[in-house]
């Protein structure tokens, strides 16, 4: 089954390398993951006074992050950190409080750089921000992908064949495993609950 997954990028920039990985997973893992980028561009920065009554693309944002089954983080790295209209979109998503879209979503990090470490600390970064809010995060395999630029990509757009297509291949059917597991385990513990409390009403009335 292909399970639903809400793509968003931490780039805004036209050509974005993270954007084109990020389109590239959609295009290799197309039969098991059904991917949309979700646009955080438009979102106005996080403002708590706002809560009340919140800005129609706060609102679009989390109800399409809602929806899905599980949330993929496609993202550079700014000055080692966190872009900052990433980090509004993980904050929005995350507000009021109590009520975070994110809260038990299935998630998987990856990171582009045309630099050697692959944006191992933005990754950790997303990494620190989506276990704070509950999000079960996919451990392996780690994606810190270094090195890319232009010439990673061919004239579709997406990656060519080499090394990094097979990372991301793997890693697609992985999250893909990791989606599934987790939301099959939840409707164990559902249909175990229900069984059981189905059984003390019965001998309730025995
Ligand atoms: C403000 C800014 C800060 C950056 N800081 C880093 C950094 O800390 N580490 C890194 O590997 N690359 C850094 N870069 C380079 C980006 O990795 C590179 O521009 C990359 O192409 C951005 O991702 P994108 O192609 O998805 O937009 C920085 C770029 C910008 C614009």
């Known amino acids: 089954m292909a399970h639903n997954i809400a793509i968003i990028v931490g780039s805004l920039r036209k050509d974005s390398l993270n954007r084109r990985v990020a389109r590239s997973?959609?295009?290799?893992?197309?039969?098991?993951?059904?991917?949309?980028?979700?646009?955080?561009?438009?979102?106005?920065?996080?403002?708590?006074?706002?809560?009340?009554?919140?800005?129609?693309?706060?609102?679009?944002?989390?109800?399409?992050?809602?929806?899905?089954?599980?949330?993929?983080?496609?993202?550079?790295?700014?000055?080692?950190g966190i872009p900052g209209v990433l980090k509004n979109a993980i904050d929005v998503g995350s507000r009021p409080y109590g009520q975070s879209v994110f809260d038990k979503k299935p998630a998987a990090i990856v990171t582009a750089s045309p630099g050697s470490i692959g944006g191992f600390g933005a990754n950790h970064q997303i990494r620190q921000a989506a276990v704070f809010l509950n999000m079960p995060v996919m451990q392996a395999p780690e994606a810190y992908l270094g090195h890319v630029s232009d010439d990673s990509f061919g004239e579709d757009g997406c990656i060519k064949e080499g090394p990094l297509k097979e990372l991301i291949k793997v890693l697609a059917h992985a999250f893909h495993d990791w989606v599934d597991m987790i939301h099959r385990s939840r409707q164990l513990l559902a249909e175990d609950s229900a069984h059981a409390s189905q059984q003390a009403k019965a001998k309730e009335h025995a």
């Open 25 to 80: 997973i959609c295009s290799f893992a197309g039969d098991i993951l059904d991917c949309g980028i979700v646009e955080i561009g438009d979102l106005p920065l996080y403002n708590q006074d706002l809560d009340t009554d919140p800005p129609e693309q706060w609102t679009r944002f989390r109800q399409t992050i809602a929806a899905a089954d599980g949330v993929l983080f496609c993202s550079p790295e700014y000055n080692r």
